[in-house]
């Protein structure tokens, strides 16, 4: 979040300048990723995105022509995401409690006022309670328009009333993994940074490897960075940028108050905004607080330690000392590999001066700026190997586990619906056995055996008093029940993909021979030819290792014995002959799914979810009705192939339901097997040097699974309101078609819609097979089987 209020009253002052494009011409430009993201996708775009889930397409859009501008004029640009939250950033985001407060809250205040509203109260409000007040207003009206129409509401699909919008910048991890798997195939340079990406690009300006920083106003707070980049004009071909000497200048305060005034309003170090500002309106924050220390000369840090309300006053110290500190001793991974502290003369700043002479002392005293203070792990984090965070910023590990290593914490929010389901909060309870513990033994193992013994703990927005202790450490280590698993082609023109890696299991005669080895890999004197060289086997080694943890295999380490169970039958017989190469990742997505058992294909949620389908649908054709019910699951990891547009068109919250399910499995899927791909790194399996900086991105994360968002419920809901539409006008396909051309805008959105729906219902019929196998092993019920068969003929009729 950016410094609050100070970029209107930047403008405002006319201290914003603007300068051609043209200027930045052979340039390498640094981008924050949260402050360009936050330009583009405003409040008044992607309103719907929290109704349906997926990744925001418009930004795809808005992306390839901002890119385009850079060719042009030969400016190359380097987007840095940010990493792990500092202490005060956890806080305000509800990480410790799981954002369970946040959502109460949300609860109570959405019908009041409008997330980040004018009035005061905005200004007490964090950007994660407006983000779920939104949600949770949006979804009433909804729940109230679908009751007061179902008299009326035949096949006409109710438009919504209220957007899912919020004046806050979306969480831009949520979709990192999109981004990052894009510029990749644009072969465009990125970077996570280990916490703050503006730090990170302060790093890499004064280093030399960015000429320029498109970032945000906290940016003024660093003496080492003069000017950048705040807004960019593409279509006028101008961009705005800030001279931080006019601006304090014409502020007439220095630095020192400068970052007084900007931890008291709150920014992305504190984003609380403290006492006395509280009151203010959050438009005129800024502007308040600069009148505050210019006339009366205030000191905000002094003011809190004389605030009578002692209460109030140690909580506000803390966040005070905890955002100075942050901005201090912030880490940056730096040319060397490591992670280390952005230091005092990278800054501009004067090692020599004493810290503990300004009213800005860090919560332990020190003597120089150079001296780090001993509870500095309770402002910034506790650090990790500088190896982990290499893959961090590579984007091979997302950084919730990570985090939850360092904080103790894993936080298991609400998902988009609400996560009111009973089985969903059953899939969070039985993701500790199913996922967490081996995630973290696998993660922890290779590292300080501190983080093999502490307490770690998952914490759950619905019983944030009931949290569970994960298992970091079991006996014999995961690591070691699995290292014998080895598949290794040597084929480097080889990509691996979920559907290559059955082709290569399933074309072997024993499995026991092939994929399981005497000696383990890791040790210095195996010969670099025996070890993993190739990014395929990198990836198929520890993808049969992770479905050997996931139960699909059954390892006996004694005999050296290999073999599927009944879910790895099903698995192997996922061939090309079968399954579609671009549909196995989704199929075995869902397979995973129904083999948690927490909710099956017909199987309604507890508590029941009112559908968007009529009433007259449902009381007339209740048959059908089910029939479109299994349809939208399955079609729940459909991938729609579309144009990047902005959606308006209709929701149903009941599908989300549903893909909110398989997204959290699919998430899980993801930390596992990033966790057993670390873990095998971790111990020098694989020859590092067989691939360059870009073979990293290219060929190895690039390639692996489950990284892309799971789809929105678009596809599941296009042939919802098609089939009932079909139903109701006779069996008149035209007519069907016509009100899903119409409502969903596919001309420009989908504009090879008959394609995408004959190839939907390929993806459905390939699945029943799926299905079949399961049922022949009795795995689901035969009657769930034979009723889908008939949902897919249903559509194939209609279609």
Same mark, same amino acid.
């Given at each position: 979040?950016?410094?609050?209020?100070?970029?209107?009253?930047?403008?405002?002052?006319?201290?914003?300048?603007?300068?051609?494009?043209?200027?930045?011409?052979?340039?390498?430009?640094?981008?924050?990723?949260?402050?360009?993201?936050?330009?583009?996708?405003?409040?008044?775009?992607?309103?719907?995105?929290?109704?349906?889930?997926?990744?925001?397409?418009?930004?795809?859009?808005?992306?390839?022509?901002?890119?385009?501008?850079?060719?042009?004029?030969?400016?190359?640009?380097?987007?840095?995401?940010?990493?792990?939250?500092?202490?005060?950033?956890?806080?305000?985001?509800?990480?410790?409690?799981?954002?369970?407060?946040?959502?109460?809250?949300?609860?109570?205040?959405?019908?009041?006022?409008?997330?980040?509203?004018?009035?005061?109260?905005?200004?007490?409000?964090?950007?994660?309670?407006?983000?779920?007040?939104?949600?949770?207003?949006?979804?009433?009206?909804?729940?109230?328009?679908?009751?007061?129409?179902?008299?009326?509401?035949?096949?006409?699909?109710?438009?919504?009333?209220?957007?899912?919008?919020?004046?806050?910048?979306?969480?831009?991890?949520?979709?990192?993994?999109?981004?990052?798997?894009?510029?990749?195939?644009?072969?465009?340079?990125?970077?996570?940074?280990?916490?703050?990406?503006?730090?990170?690009?302060?790093?890499?300006?004064?280093?030399?490897?960015?000429?320029?920083?498109?970032?945000?106003?906290?940016?003024?707070?660093?003496?080492?960075?003069?000017?950048?980049?705040?807004?960019?004009?593409?279509?006028?071909?101008?961009?705005?940028?800030?001279?931080?000497?006019?601006?304090?200048?014409?502020?007439?305060?220095?630095?020192?108050?400068?970052?007084?005034?900007?931890?008291?309003?709150?920014?992305?170090?504190?984003?609380?905004?403290?006492?006395?500002?509280?009151?203010?309106?959050?438009?005129?924050?800024?502007?308040?607080?600069?009148?505050?220390?210019?006339?009366?000369?205030?000191?905000?840090?002094?003011?809190?330690?004389?605030?009578?309300?002692?209460?109030?006053?140690?909580?506000?110290?803390?966040? /005070?000392?905890?955002?100075?500190?942050?901005?201090?001793?912030?880490?940056?991974?730096?040319?060397?590999?490591?992670?280390?502290?952005?230091?005092?003369?990278?800054?501009?700043?004067?090692?020599?001066?004493?810290?503990?002479?300004?009213?800005?002392?860090?919560?332990?005293?020190?003597?120089?700026?150079?001296?780090?203070?001993?509870?500095?792990?309770?402002?910034?984090?506790?650090?990790?190997?500088?190896?982990?965070?290499?893959?961090?910023?590579?984007?091979?590990?997302?950084?919730?586990?990570?985090?939850?290593?360092?904080?103790?914490?894993?936080?298991?929010?609400?998902?988009?619906?609400?996560?009111?389901?009973?089985?969903?909060?059953?899939?969070?309870?039985?993701?500790?056995?199913?996922?967490?513990?081996?995630?973290?033994?696998?993660?922890? !193992?290779?590292?300080?055996?501190?983080?093999?013994?502490?307490?770690?703990?998952?914490?759950?927005?619905?019983?944030?008093?009931?949290?569970?202790?994960?298992?970091?450490?079991?006996?014999?280590?995961?690591?070691?029940?699995?290292?014998?698993?080895?598949?290794?082609?040597?084929?480097?023109?080889?990509?691996?993909?979920?559907?290559?890696?059955?082709?290569?299991?399933?074309?072997?005669?024993?499995?026991?021979?092939?994929?399981?080895?005497?000696?383990?890999?890791?040790?210095?004197?195996?010969?670099?030819?025996?070890?993993?060289?190739?990014?395929?086997?990198?990836?198929?080694?520890? /993808?049969?290792?992770?479905?050997?943890?996931?139960?699909?295999?059954?390892?006996?380490?004694?005999?050296?014995?290999?073999?599927?169970?009944?879910?790895?039958?099903?698995?192997?017989?996922?061939?090309?002959?079968?399954?579609?190469?671009?549909?196995?990742?989704?199929?075995?997505?869902?397979?995973?799914?129904?083999?948690?058992?927490?909710?099956?294909?017909?199987?309604?949620?507890?508590?029941?979810?009112?559908?968007?389908?009529?009433?007259?649908?449902?009381?007339?054709?209740?048959?059908?009705?089910?029939?479109?019910?299994?349809?939208?699951?399955?079609?729940?990891?459909?991938?729609?192939?579309?144009?990047?547009?902005?959606?308006?068109?209709?929701?149903?919250?009941?599908?989300?339901?549903?893909?909110?399910?398989?997204?959290?499995?699919?998430?899980?899927?993801?930390?596992?097997?990033?966790?057993?791909?670390?873990?095998?790194?971790?111990?020098?399996?694989?020859?590092?040097?067989?691939?360059?900086?870009?073979?990293?991105?290219?060929?190895?994360?690039?390639?692996?699974?489950?990284?892309?968002?799971?789809?929105?419920?678009?596809?599941?809901?296009?042939?919802?309101?098609?089939?009932?539409?079909?139903?109701?006008?006779?069996?008149?396909?035209?007519?069907?078609?016509?009100?899903?051309?119409?409502?969903?805008?596919?001309?420009?959105?989908?504009?090879?819609?008959?394609?995408?729906?004959?190839?939907?219902?390929?993806?459905?019929?390939?699945?029943?097979?799926?299905?079949?196998?399961?049922?022949?092993?009795?795995?689901?019920?035969?009657?769930?089987?034979?009723?889908?068969?008939?949902?897919?003929?249903?559509?194939? !009729?209609?279609?």
């Amino acid at each position: 979040m950016p410094i609050k209020s100070l970029e209107s009253f930047l403008f405002e002052r006319g201290l914003v300048g603007t300068y051609p494009i043209e200027s930045l011409k052979n340039a390498t430009l640094g981008i924050d990723v949260d402050h360009y993201v936050s330009r583009l996708l405003t409040s008044k775009r992607e309103q719907y995105l929290d109704a349906i889930g997926g990744f925001p397409t418009s930004l795809k859009m808005y992306l390839e022509s901002d890119l385009q501008v850079f060719q042009e004029y030969d400016i190359t640009p380097v987007f840095v995401f940010s990493g792990s939250p500092v202490a005060n950033q956890a806080e305000a985001s509800g990480y410790y409690t799981a954002s369970a407060s946040e959502a109460a809250a949300a609860a109570i205040n959405a019908s009041n006022t409008g997330p980040m509203s004018s009035s005061s109260t905005s200004s007490t409000r964090t950007a994660k309670e407006a983000i779920l007040a939104q949600r949770h207003k949006g979804w009433t009206q909804w729940t109230n328009l679908l009751s007061n129409n179902q008299n009326t509401y035949i096949d006409q699909p109710i438009p919504p009333t209220e957007a899912f919008r919020y004046n806050v910048p979306l969480d831009t991890k949520r979709f990192q993994s999109d981004l990052i798997s894009f510029f990749i195939s644009q072969e465009i340079h990125y970077q996570v940074a280990p916490y703050s990406s503006w730090f990170q690009l302060a790093y890499l300006l004064h280093t030399g490897y960015i000429d320029a920083i498109y970032g945000p106003t906290e940016l003024l707070m660093l003496k080492s960075v003069e000017k950048f980049i705040l807004g960019m004009e593409f279509p006028n071909k101008e961009y705005r940028f800030v001279d931080k000497n006019r601006v304090l200048n014409e502020l007439r305060c220095s630095l020192e108050e400068f970052i007084d005034i900007s931890m008291a309003v709150g920014n992305d170090l504190q984003p609380y905004t403290l006492s006395p500002l509280r009151i203010y309106p959050s438009q005129q924050l800024f502007e308040i607080a600069l009148e505050m220390v210019i006339n009366s000369g205030t000191d905000f840090y002094a003011y809190q330690l004389i605030n009578p309300i002692k209460t109030e006053s140690s909580q506000s110290i803390e966040r /005070f000392q905890k955002g100075i500190s942050a901005l201090r001793f912030m880490p940056v991974l730096k040319e060397n590999g490591k992670v280390e502290l952005y230091s005092p003369s990278e800054r501009g700043e004067d090692a020599s001066s004493n810290a503990s002479s300004s009213s800005y002392s860090p919560p332990s005293s020190t003597s120089s700026l150079d001296a780090i203070p001993n509870d500095i792990h309770d402002v910034v984090a506790q650090r990790l190997p500088h190896e982990y965070y290499f893959y961090r910023s590579i984007g091979l590990i997302s950084g919730k586990l990570l985090d939850a290593i360092t904080t103790g914490i894993y936080a298991e929010e609400p998902p988009l619906d609400g996560g009111s389901s009973n089985s969903y909060r059953q899939l969070v309870k039985d993701s500790v056995e199913l996922f967490k513990n081996q995630e973290l033994n696998l993660l922890t !193992q290779p590292i300080n055996r501190y983080y093999q013994i502490k307490p770690i703990k998952q914490v759950k927005w619905f019983l944030p008093d009931d949290s569970v202790s994960l298992t970091n450490r079991v006996s014999p280590p995961l690591f070691e029940r699995i290292n014998l698993l080895v598949v290794k082609t040597d084929d480097v023109d080889r990509k691996f993909s979920v559907s290559e890696f059955i082709s290569v299991i399933s074309g072997t005669n024993g499995l026991s021979e092939t994929f399981v080895t005497d000696k383990v890999l890791f040790p210095n004197s195996v010969p670099r030819s025996q070890k993993l060289t190739t990014p395929f086997d990198l990836l198929a080694t520890n /993808f049969l290792r992770f479905l050997t943890l996931l139960g699909f295999f059954e390892f006996d380490t004694t005999k050296k014995s290999l073999k599927p169970i009944s879910w790895g039958k099903i698995l192997l017989s996922m061939t090309q002959d079968t399954l579609d190469e671009q549909f196995a990742e989704a199929a075995f997505v869902l397979l995973v799914f129904f083999k948690t058992g927490v909710l099956s294909l017909f199987e309604e949620t507890v508590p029941a979810t009112p559908s968007a389908l009529s009433k007259a649908t449902i009381r007339s054709y209740p048959k059908e009705s089910s029939f479109i019910l299994a349809i939208t699951r399955v079609l729940s990891v459909f991938r729609l192939e579309q144009k990047p547009s902005n959606y308006h068109g209709p929701i149903d919250r009941k599908t989300l339901i549903f893909r909110n399910h398989v997204d959290f499995i699919k998430e899980n899927l993801n930390d596992l097997y990033e966790t057993t791909v670390v873990s095998s790194l971790a111990a020098g399996e694989f020859d590092r040097l067989s691939v360059d900086n870009f073979g990293w991105q290219r060929q190895i994360v690039g390639a692996m699974p489950f990284k892309l968002s799971t789809p929105s419920t678009v596809m599941a809901m296009i042939w919802e309101f098609y089939l009932q539409k079909y139903l109701h006008s006779g069996n008149s396909k035209t007519d069907a078609l016509a009100l899903v051309m119409t409502m969903f805008n596919t001309n420009k959105a989908v504009p090879n819609l008959q394609e995408e729906l004959r190839r939907s219902v390929t993806f459905m019929t390939q699945f029943a097979q799926v299905l079949s196998k399961m049922s022949e092993f009795g795995l689901c019920k035969k009657q769930d089987y034979e009723l889908f068969v008939e949902a897919v003929e249903f559509a194939k !009729q209609a279609l």
